[in-house]
């Protein structure tokens, strides 16, 4: 019935923005749109974080390595935005403390000292500890399935993890909170053009296979891994490639194998100068990897190569003190994609860069690709400055002037988060915002009743919800009919189950107006 009820308001309404790709950082857009007062879709053509965002390496970050390259403003931002989602997300976003050891020299000791030192400053003021120091003999105690024989000592510094899905899929639900749509299996599979603009797109519903047209001031690609199949869509003439993924491979095992409360750092085998980690995930299982290689094969269905699980386990392998992990010890796999940004400058996948870009692509389709999941928050509010910059959404700032308004009027009685639902559903349809004759509440906030708080029948709103039923001196025909109306189209009510429901509430209405 939800899904029916979104799919009629996509092809029925002119929306400010529809957001192409259903990942952390379209969900990040979705949720800076709908907080702006912008009517707002996002749809995808799989799931909701399908792709990316749910096969990352589970990291909230600032990206420590990133240093090594002096992208000291990327690293900077995503220090920021990791301590604003720890405190916004405290349930999904947690704190990790990671250990790296130290094997080469003195003076490897000495840099990545400084390094983290570095690391702390730029985070500011944090909630978390800054790093520290580990002697050699207290590794020994803490991780005694370690190799120490070459170890010179090590440092302990933190950063965050997460579960990456149900975080894009909480971002998304806070999104419909406000009054946007959202709708998965929801595939765009024609632009349709007017001069420079897009005046609609055409969608296939994979559930129902049927074909939607739907229609929006602004467009925006957020499709991470498949930009560049967007992009032919969109111009089937577009050879160029603006992506250059990269493939991370991660294995799945038993907690038992590793630490329970740190995540481990541990050099490959391979001599490349790469680091793995080992980090706990969940009540009892671990994440191991990554790979870091270029893709260039299919973003549907991704392979995971015994030569890969090899290169992790034969570089877990060589740091383990007695047991030996086998293939036998792995409980699941997963591949993922890194939506890196072409690069000619750099062949390697771990030398490019993991900042972002935005392109508008004609008057009205805004592209941005890249980023890190860490950073999705402050990619979406220069997503969204990016459009008010040219003024195509709210362009005398109507628009947010109505919702903040509607936010005002109604937030003494129900607090900002449910104001703001009710603002959404008002805001455009001025008629449902004036307060009945007699009583002093809207039809917006009989819809959210419905809608939000479960109201299932007239008693429900008018004596539960409201005080109506209490101010209500005289059986109101007139009132109760337009109520139960409302009711009946939200509910699917037949005539009989309206007559049914306005006996119903009649008979409680008059126990409370009568006394013996």
């Given at each position: 019935m939800k899904r029916a009820y979104n799919i009629q308001r996509a092809t029925s309404e002119l929306f400010d923005v529809v957001v192409i790709g259903g990942g952390i950082t379209g969900a990040g857009i979705a949720l800076t749109a709908a907080k702006k007062g912008w009517k707002t879709l996002i749809i995808d053509k799989h799931d909701f974080s399908f792709g990316t965002s749910s096969r990352s390496a589970k990291m909230i970050h600032g990206g420590l390595r990133y240093l090594q390259h002096l992208q000291i403003k990327l690293v900077k931002e995503a220090l920021h935005e990791r301590e604003h989602l720890l405190k916004e997300y405290p349930h999904l976003v947690k704190p990790q403390p990671f250990f790296m050891p130290i094997y080469k020299s003195r003076l490897s000791k000495i840099k990545l000292g400084i390094g983290l030192s570095g690391y702390d400053y730029l985070t500011g003021e944090s909630s978390m500890p800054k790093h520290s120091e580990i002697e050699l003999e207290e590794i020994k105690e803490k991780f005694p399935q370690l190799k120490t024989d070459s170890m010179l000592g090590g440092f302990v510094y933190y950063d965050a993890k997460t579960n990456d899905a149900r975080l894009t899929n909480e971002v998304i639900q806070e999104a419909t909170d406000l009054g946007a749509v959202a709708i998965n299996y929801f595939e765009l599979i024609e632009f349709k053009k007017n001069e420079n603009s897009i005046s609609s797109i055409i969608c296939k519903d994979k559930i129902s296979n049927f074909t939607q047209q739907i229609k929006s001031k602004v467009f925006i690609s957020a499709t991470g891994i498949w930009t560049d199949d967007l992009m032919h869509t969109f111009n089937p003439n577009e050879n160029k490639k603006f992506m250059q993924p990269s493939k991370g491979i991660h294995l799945i095992m038993s907690a038992e194998h590793f630490p329970k409360d740190c995540v481990l750092l541990l050099p490959t085998s391979n001599g490349d100068g790469r680091m793995l980690w080992c980090m706990p995930w969940d009540d009892n299982l671990n994440i191991v990897g990554t790979t870091d290689t270029d893709y260039t094969e299919s973003n549907e269905e991704i392979p995971v190569l015994e030569n890969e699980v090899n290169y992790i386990l034969n570089s877990v392998n060589a740091q383990l003190k007695e047991k030996q992990l086998t293939h036998q010890d792995i409980l699941s796999v997963f591949a993922g994609i890194r939506p890196l940004l072409n690069d000619a400058e750099n062949k390697k996948s771990k030398d490019r860069s993991r900042d972002y870009q935005l392109w508008w692509n004609n008057d009205n389709m805004l592209t941005i690709s890249g980023g890190k999941l860490t950073s999705f928050l402050s990619m979406a509010e220069k997503a969204v400055e990016t459009i008010e910059e040219k003024h195509i959404i709210a362009a005398n700032g109507n628009n947010e002037i109505k919702i903040n308004t509607l936010i005002d009027?109604?937030?003494?009685?129900?607090?900002?988060?449910?104001?703001?639902?009710?603002?959404?559903?008002?805001?455009?349809?001025?008629?449902?915002?004036?307060?009945?004759?007699?009583?002093?509440?809207?039809?917006?906030?009989?819809?959210?009743?419905?809608?939000?708080?479960?109201?299932?029948?007239?008693?429900?709103?008018?004596?539960?919800?409201?005080?109506?039923?209490?101010?209500?001196?005289?059986?109101?025909?007139?009132?109760?009919?337009?109520?139960?109306?409302?009711?009946?189209?939200e509910l699917n009510w037949s005539e009989h189950q309206k007559d049914e429901e306005k006996n119903a509430y009649y008979s409680s209405w008059s126990s409370m107006h009568t006394w013996k």
């Open positions: 009027r109604f937030k003494h009685r129900y607090g900002i988060k449910n104001a703001t639902l009710i603002a959404n559903i008002a805001r455009d349809n001025e008629n449902i915002t004036h307060n009945f004759e007699k009583y002093p509440y809207c039809m917006a906030e009989i819809l959210f009743f419905i809608q939000h708080q479960h109201a299932q029948k007239l008693d429900d709103i008018l004596t539960r919800r409201t005080l109506i039923t209490y101010q209500m001196k005289q059986y109101d025909y007139q009132f109760i009919d337009e109520i139960c109306k409302l009711l009946a189209i």
